[in-house]
């Protein structure tokens, strides 16, 4: 018996790298690893290799050492590892669904403002939440009389790229923001003001949708604050589970606690035991872990098809969990940068492992 096929949807850059063996951040050898224990077969292919008229699909399938692509027949499940952001390859997906193809995490970039929006219905999650506007001019000035210290972000960006920071001082205020929203910026730029705000800030708020938000009381790992990325994924049960906890710690030049941009990798244990030997680990692993369950759960039942995120969470120095941001492409490698590896390969099992539940008629639990 043939086994079947699940569909990983990629984009362009990872798909020219296949048949090179340069998947660069994807370590797609999981995939197949997973697939030998699962009974399936991973297939990778772009929205435009589909010929949904035809129910076909032009993909790399792995034949020994090698990926030879070949015209198979339509993946009844595939796992969405693509980024997509115009409302046409949301159509194009919703087409697949209609086809009966099961896409799961089907829309992976949400705006941190509908993320929060959607989290504040929720009592429990509600005190964990921080104080988060549109950045208007108006909501700038009420953010700068509440707070000392407050964050300013694109709405829509990753990994993070375009965030600046502002700082009450004694004479006013100092805002920091990055010189390019590339993702290599190595250049940070300082401005000083009393009242009015600097006229390079009210041109990246007015070009494009920014949030502003009150910085969060993080916990410190050698004087530098840290925040955790939580892997939270749906598995063989089709119930959501956490795969992973990592700490990204800032650099000693930056705030950004994102390893893209010079951020750190710990193991919480190691940080608990260095800085905060009071703390039960044991305690704030289950407090962590439960808030974290509860935002996954909570997401899912307002956005459609959610089975794999990445959720930054902060703590307070008592372990108290603070919500930053969900990230509906988790990239993972904070993971091996940690040397967490078993977790690593777990975030790539799982998603099979949930390919699986679906292929055999599982109903995701909500």
């Not at 969060?216 to 063989?236: K, S």
Request: aromatic share 12%; charged share 20%; glycine share 6%.
């Amino acid at each position: 018996m043939v086994n079947p096929y699940v569909g990983i949807l990629i984009n362009d850059s990872l798909y020219a790298g296949i048949p090179l063996g340069n998947t660069k951040y994807e370590a797609i050898h999981f995939y197949s690893d997973a697939g030998k224990q699962f009974g399936i077969t991973p297939c990778y292919f772009r929205m435009q290799d589909v010929h949904i008229h035809t129910m076909r699909v032009h993909a790399y399938v792995q034949r020994g050492i090698h990926y030879i692509r070949e015209w198979i027949d339509m993946p009844k499940v595939i796992h969405n590892r693509a980024v997509y952001l115009d409302p046409g390859s949301d159509q194009e997906l919703e087409s697949w669904t209609q086809h009966g193809i099961h896409v799961f995490n089907r829309w992976n970039r949400y705006s941190k403002l509908q993320i929060h929006e959607i989290l504040l219905q929720d009592e429990v999650i509600r005190p964990h939440l921080p104080a988060t506007f549109p950045a208007t001019l108006k909501n700038m000035k009420v953010m700068m009389s509440a707070y000392d210290s407050i964050i300013i972000k694109p709405t829509n960006s990753s990994i993070g790229r375009g965030v600046m920071k502002m700082d009450r001082t004694p004479a006013g205020w100092q805002l920091i923001y990055p010189a390019t929203l590339k993702i290599n910026n190595k250049i940070w730029r300082e401005v000083r003001f009393r009242k009015q705000l600097p006229l390079t800030l009210l041109r990246k708020i007015q070009s494009r949708a920014y949030l502003v938000q009150q910085r969060l009381p993080l916990a410190t790992y050698d004087r530098r604050p840290f925040d955790l990325r939580i892997a939270v994924q749906r598995g063989a049960s089709g119930d959501w589970g956490v795969t992973g906890i990592v700490a990204k710690v800032a650099s000693h030049k930056l705030f950004l606690t994102n390893v893209a941009q010079g951020g750190e990798v710990k193991t919480l244990t190691d940080i608990l035991a260095a800085e905060y030997p009071s703390l039960d680990p044991s305690a704030v692993f289950e407090q962590i872990t439960a808030f974290a369950l509860r935002v996954a759960k909570f997401l899912s039942m307002h956005l459609p098809h959610l089975a794999d995120l990445g959720l930054d969470v902060g703590i307070t120095t008592a372990g108290y969990p603070l919500f930053i941001e969900c990230n509906g492409k988790d990239q993972r490698y904070s993971f091996r940068e940690g040397n967490m590896l078993e977790a690593w390969k777990a975030t790539y099992y799982n998603p099979m492992a949930y390919a699986k539940f679906l292929l055999g008629g599982g109903t995701p639990v909500y």
